[in-house]
C-alpha cells in the first residue's frame, strides 16, 4: 500500500495497545493474499492479541498486520484501560461485535479458500481433528497418571503439522462457557424434548446459555453435533452481528436456558462482571485460530500445486499424509496398549 496509509501494526509485532477507530477504514492482512477490512465509527480494534495474552494466559504476537486508510481517525488505548473497560457494557459490546466481524470474514476467506482443495481438505480436516482429540486425551491422562512412557508418547507426535492444523480446526469452533449468576435466573426459559430452540437461516435477536438438559444440533436436516455442557453459550455470534444462524437446535430432553436479548447484556454485564470477558475471551480464540487455519490451508493450497507440477497428472492429495500420520499414531498406542497394559487408552483405537 501507499505510504500515506496509517500502520497500525506488523503481523509477529509485539501487541501493547488497543486501537479505537473514530472513523474510516482498517484493512487487516490474514496472510500475504488474503486481506478484509473494517469500517465504522468508534470500533475498538487490535484487542485478539491483549485478550490472548492477559485473560488467556497465552503470550500472543500480532498475528495479522493491520493498516489504516489515510483518512482515518486512530487512537491509541492503552492495554489497563481497555481491560478495565472490558467488563462495561457499551465498551464490552463493541470489542465483542468487532471480535464476531473479524470471525465472521476469516471464516469467507476461509470458505473462499478451501474451495480450491474442494474434497482433500475436508478429508484432511477430518484427520487432524481425530490427531489432535488423540493426544489431547494422551495428555490428560498422562495429567492423572505421571506414566514416564506416556509423556514420551506425547513428545513424539505432539509436536506436528497435523496436530497444529487439528487444534486450529477445533479451537476455532469452541463455544463459549459462562455460568451465569444467580441474579440472571428470571431470564431462565424452560424448553419440553422435541422442542425447537432456534433454526437455521433465521435472525436471531437472542442468545441462550445452557444451564440443564442436552441439545441436537442440526444443519441441512443433519445432526452433527449434541450440547450438554452446562454454560456453554449458543448464538452469540447471530445476536452481535445480526446475521442468520448457522445451525438448528433442538432439545432432546427437558431444557433450562437462560436466553438474553441484546438488551439484556447490559444487565448481565452489570450483575456478572466476567460474563463479557467470558465471551471475549473465546471470540479471540476463534480469531485467533482462523488466522491459524488460513495459514494451514494456504500451505497445503501451495503443496498440492508443487505435488500436481512434479507428478504430473497424478494428483496427490494432502489428505493421504495427513491420513498416514493419524495411521501412525494409532498403530503406536495399540503397541503402547499391548506392551505397558494399558487398557484405559483402548477406547482411542476403536473411537478413531
Not at 484493512?27 to 493474499?33: L, T
Request: charged share 25%; proline share 2%; with cysteine.
Amino acid at each position: 500500500m501507499s505510504g500515506n496509509y496509517i500502520k497500525l501494526y506488523a503481523a509477529s509485532s509485539a501487541a501493547d495497545a488497543v486501537f479505537f477507530l473514530g472513523e474510516g477504514s482498517v484493512f487487516f492482512y490474514a496472510s500475504n493474499v488474503d486481506k478484509y477490512s473494517i469500517s465504522g465509527k468508534n470500533l475498538v480494534l487490535g484487542a485478539t492479541e491483549i485478550i490472548m495474552t492477559r485473560l488467556c494466559g497465552s503470550e500472543t504476537a500480532r498475528i495479522e498486520t493491520a493498516i489504516a486508510d489515510p483518512a482515518s481517525v486512530i487512537k491509541k488505548i492503552a492495554v489497563d484501560t481497555f481491560l478495565e473497560g472490558l467488563s462495561s457494557f457499551s465498551f464490552g459490546l463493541n470489542v465483542l461485535t468487532v471480535l464476531a466481524k473479524q470471525i465472521m470474514l476469516t471464516n469467507q476467506i476461509i470458505q473462499k479458500n478451501l474451495s480450491a482443495l474442494k474434497d482433500d481438505e475436508n478429508k484432511t480436516k477430518e484427520c487432524s481433528i481425530a490427531y489432535y482429540h488423540i493426544v489431547s486425551r494422551l495428555e490428560e491422562e498422562y495429567n492423572k497418571r505421571k506414566y514416564p512412557w506416556l509423556k514420551s508418547l506425547i513428545m513424539e507426535f505432539i509436536d506436528s503439522l497435523t496436530y497444529a492444523r487439528g487444534e486450529a480446526y477445533h479451537k476455532s469452533s469452541e463455544p463459549a462457557k459462562i455460568l451465569p449468576a444467580a441474579s440472571l435466573s428470571d431470564k431462565d426459559v424452560e424448553f419440553p424434548q422435541g422442542a425447537v430452540i432456534c433454526e437455521e437461516n433465521s435472525y436471531g435477536s437472542e442468545m441462550f446459555i445452557l444451564k440443564s438438559g442436552s441439545l441436537d444440533v442440526i444443519i441441512q436436516g443433519n445432526k452433527v453435533a449434541s450440547v450438554n455442557e452446562p454454560g456453554t453459550v449458543i448464538g452469540e455470534m447471530a445476536l452481535l452481528l445480526g446475521e442468520t444462524r448457522t445451525a438448528t437446535l433442538k432439545a432432546k430432553n427437558r431444557v433450562i436456558m437462560t436466553r438474553l436479548t441484546k438488551e439484556d447484556l447490559k444487565d448481565a454485564a452489570l450483575k456478572q462482571s466476567d460474563f463479557l470477558p467470558s465471551i471475549a475471551r473465546t471470540l479471540a480464540k476463534r480469531h485467533y485460530y482462523n488466522i491459524l487455519k488460513i495459514a494451514h490451508i494456504n500451505k497445503s493450497i501451495i503443496e498440492q500445486g508443487i505435488d500436481k507440477t512434479i507428478m504430473g497428472k497424478k494428483e496427490a492429495l494432502h489428505s493421504e499424509k495427513t491420513l498416514k500420520d493419524l495411521i501412525r499414531l494409532k498403530q503406536k498406542i495399540e503397541d503402547v496398549v499391548r506392551g505397558k497394559d494399558a487398557e484405559f487408552l483402548q477406547d482411542l483405537i476403536a473411537k478413531f
